[in-house]
């Protein structure tokens, strides 16, 4: 048994917000019917295409464990069949553009008609306000919900951050809504409508700048910041942090061994407070531990810069996994920076189904990422995404019971 078991997903879904959704809808047990235009399909599956004649690994890895039912719903013949899967199905998720599903002719009103059971998620760039009928991709997403801002250097541009928090953060919003929707049907018997604008998600994930933001106003300045050791002036606004962080527990990107050669030859490090005795004794500075500059956290802020120069001095002595393997007995919080050679080989993350290896019948084994979240009773077995209609004979049948010979009509019509 799977969580989402018996769910049936019309999944009108496209590029990557809304297919990071409905792949952990499918991969929690969902059938999702992913419905494309017959001879052109979702455009990822030729975007930054690696392989002649193949799926694009952008497409495959987004689409797992879903089916593929090609659907001309401008066409009269496909709208007909669209009425029969609205009333057939749990839930419809979408991210068209704005008014893009009414214009197809199937507006809130018209689903609920259909089918009052219907649960109706939608990702757009924003919500209601200026901008609402504003087309909206990754990064303005990153840029309109305040992590561009916030990120990078202060001394350097906003910076778009390669965590895809605009299209999967958003996925992830949506997929929440539609599970509390699901949860509330049940006691209801209703659906609602579930919309998570890519703005909104994107500001929810940098809630802790807002916090900042506040803090600033209040207090003029953000002690955890290096700029704040730099005693560079803070303006008006939160400004952007390079790689600084922390609420009480600071912590900084260091060198390590072979940083001249290697990109990645880096550690985050943090001084918890709880275990800044062990990090005094680690980088051989004992006497930090009772000296009255360095020895309670309010006393360490204005001095981080110095602070981290010094464990800077103990990092690039050891590789970034010695640097782990050093602290992790003495509960101090690292964390090497990993590439994604590395992850991609991580045994670990292997063993946990996180880094998958899939075949493909195009393209032969290839590497995704798998269900990062575990349900100890709904077990996730990462399926292959579908080719263009692979299934669209399938759901007619044995889904929509169209016959042999209406199944050759609609197709003989370029309807599917
Ligand atoms: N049969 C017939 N027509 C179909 C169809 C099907 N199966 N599937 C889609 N279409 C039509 C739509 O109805 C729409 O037609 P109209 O413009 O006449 O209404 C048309 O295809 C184009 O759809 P679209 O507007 O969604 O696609 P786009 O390429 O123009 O825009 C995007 C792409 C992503 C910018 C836009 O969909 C969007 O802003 N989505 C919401 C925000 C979002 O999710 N962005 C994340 C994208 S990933 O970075």
Redesign the pocket.
């Known amino acids: 048994m799977k969580a989402f078991d018996n769910i049936k997903v019309l999944d009108?879904t496209?590029?990557?917000?809304?297919p990071t959704c409905t792949q952990l809808l499918a991969w929690l047990g969902a059938d999702v019917i992913k419905?494309?235009?017959p001879g052109i399909g979702d455009?990822t599956r030729n975007q930054l295409v690696d392989m002649e004649g193949a799926d694009s690994l952008y497409f495959t890895m987004l689409n797992h464990n879903k089916r593929s039912l090609t659907?001309?719903?401008?066409h009269d013949g496909?709208k007909k069949i669209l009425e029969r899967l609205v009333k057939k199905c749990d839930v419809l998720v979408e991210?068209?553009?704005?008014?893009?599903l009414d214009?197809?002719g199937f507006p809130w009103q018209r689903i609920q008609q259909l089918n009052r059971g219907m649960i109706l998620a939608s990702?757009?760039?924003f919500g209601d306000g200026p901008y609402e009928d504003c087309?909206?991709?990754?990064n303005v997403a990153q840029c309109v919900g305040g992590a561009a801002s916030t990120t990078g250097f202060p001394d350097g541009p906003p910076l778009i951050s390669s965590a895809q928090v605009?299209?999967s953060g958003t996925g992830l919003h949506l997929a929440f809504g539609i599970a509390a929707a699901l949860f509330q049907r049940e006691r209801s018997g209703r659906g609602q409508r579930v919309f998570a604008p890519?703005q909104d998600s994107v500001l929810n994930l940098c809630r802790v700048k807002l916090r900042d933001q506040q803090r600033l106003v209040a207090s003029g300045v953000l002690e955890e910041y290096s700029q704040h050791g730099d005693g560079i002036a803070f303006g008006d606004t939160t400004p952007r942090a390079g790689n600084d962080s922390g609420g009480g527990q600071p912590g900084r990107i260091l060198k390590c061994k072979g940083w001249q050669h290697d990109p990645n030859a880096y550690t985050y490090f943090i001084t918890q407070a709880a275990v800044w005795g062990n990090i005094c004794e680690l980088i051989g500075k004992p006497e930090w531990k009772q000296h009255p500059h360095y020895a309670t956290p309010a006393q360490r802020l204005p001095r981080l810069n110095l602070i981290f120069g010094a464990i800077e001095q103990w990092t690039k002595r050891k590789t970034k996994f010695e640097v782990m393997a050093a602290c992790m007995p003495l509960k101090i919080p690292v964390g090497p920076i990993l590439s994604m050679k590395e992850l991609a080989a991580d045994p670990a993350l292997r063993k946990s189904g996180t880094v998958v290896e899939v075949d493909h019948p195009q393209r032969g084994k290839y590497i995704s990422v798998g269900c990062p979240i575990k349900l100890s009773d709904s077990a996730v077995q990462v399926e292959r995404a579908p080719l263009l209609g692979e299934h669209s004979e399938e759901i007619l049948r044995q889904m929509l019971g169209y016959s042999e010979a209406e199944v050759a009509a609609i197709q003989t019509a370029g309807v599917v």
């Open positions: 009108f496209h590029v990557q917000s809304g419905i494309e235009r455009a659907l001309n719903t401008k496909g991210n068209f553009a704005p008014g893009a214009r197809m990702i757009k760039g087309k909206v991709y990754e605009g299209d890519m």
